[in-house]
């Protein structure tokens, strides 16, 4: 695991397979977490015509010293230069290449990104920042109670409300 580095190309091969397969039909994608990370490190090349981000890390830095505030304490986010430190020698990947919050804005695709007002593992601060660096069309959907990548399963109604909504209006043009 290279926390979204190495899982691009995956994301890559992925979305040729989709733009191959289904040539003229519009392309939208559901990414959780490191999913998420990996869909935007991917810099996608096939045109993507909605896109929705939940629960995803900002940069490696934040992610580390959230995880290791939640187990030990506030005191936890001291020890987190010690692992990134660590990151290239067990992955092959540097901190610098791990910052998710810097390629939000290559995505040329209508935008919602979403997140628990409950993540600890990406607190609210990290989401709006990620929504602010993403561009125009965009929406922020705070779901108030969630915690880490359970938006559907925590309100499996308004999760359907929103997303197909939100992927009615870009990628049918008319409402579900």
Known sequence: MSFGAQEAAGVTVALRYLQDKLPGEKIGVIAVSLGA????????????????????????ADAVADRLAMRLGPVGRY????????LPLRTGVSAKELRPVMAVSDLRAPLLVASGTEDQHTPWPETERIFAAGKQPKELWAVQGAAHGDLYLYDRAAYQARILKFFSMYL????W
């Open 37 to 60: 990370a990996s869909l935007v490190l991917s810099r996608p090349s096939t045109p993507l015509h909605a896109v929705v981000l939940e629960s995803m890390y900002a940069t490696i």
């Open 79 to 86: 020890f987190a230069p010690l692992l990134l430190w660590q």
């Open 172 to 175: 049918q043009n008319q409402p």
